[in-house]
């Protein structure tokens, strides 16, 4: 039985952390199960994620990022993702897609429909089944990050009002597709956030067991 989850949020949001602690679950209940991250995932993703990320490269164009990414997500897709769900595993993913529509879409200002269209382009139109949106402020999602010591990248460093314009991003193109996105606060306790994370996806794998049956 074949499942494709992502984690959406800005950085600091925790969904690092909580895919990890759902994959472990997962596992726990005998799931066949795959954890990658964007940018990376693969030998030739880490590499452009090297580029993405290092606060040196300032001088990087929007549509050069944009590219970046969506390089990176076809190769993981083409190596990882497709291959993993056609043997009807359960794939976790800290990141896809709709990052590039927050980030470089709602908060570089580019167009949405061009974005939507490389998109589909590079994932082969694979989409996830469920898309968990981890929110929290960029102010308290940022202070996590320092307060952690966690590597501070290139658009961690981007003003506030662009952390912003990504939220409110984020949570438009989540009220757009409420069937495929759930909104979790993610401003309590690790524990209070995986308990609400697990009663979502094992609705969710109720669900498909179900049609199966």
Known sequence: MSLFISFEGPDGSGKTTQARLLVEWLRQQGYPVMLTREPGGTDIGEQIRMVLHDPRNTEMDARTEILLYSASRAQLVAQCIKPALEAG??????????????YQGYGRGL?????????????????PD?????????????????????????????????????????????????????????????????????????????QKHNIML
Request: aromatic share 6%.
């Open 130 to 206: 469920l898309t968990l949106y981890l929110d929290v402020t960029p102010e308290e999602g940022l202070q996590r990050r320092r307060a952690e010591g966690r590597e501070w990248n290139r658009l961690d460093a981007e003003a506030s009002e662009f952390h912003h314009r990504v939220r409110a991003g984020y949570l438009e193109l989540a009220s757009s597709d409420p069937q495929r996105w759930v909104i979790i606060d993610a401003a309590g306790p690790v524990e209070e956030v995986q308990a609400q994370i697990r009663k979502v996806v094992g609705a969710v794998l109720d």
């Open 89 to 102: 595993h359960i794939v976790v993913s800290d990141r896809y897609a709709d990052s590039t529509l927050a």
């Open 111 to 127: 167009d949405l429909e061009v974005l939507r269209a490389i998109t589909a382009f590079a994932t082969r139109g694979v989409l």
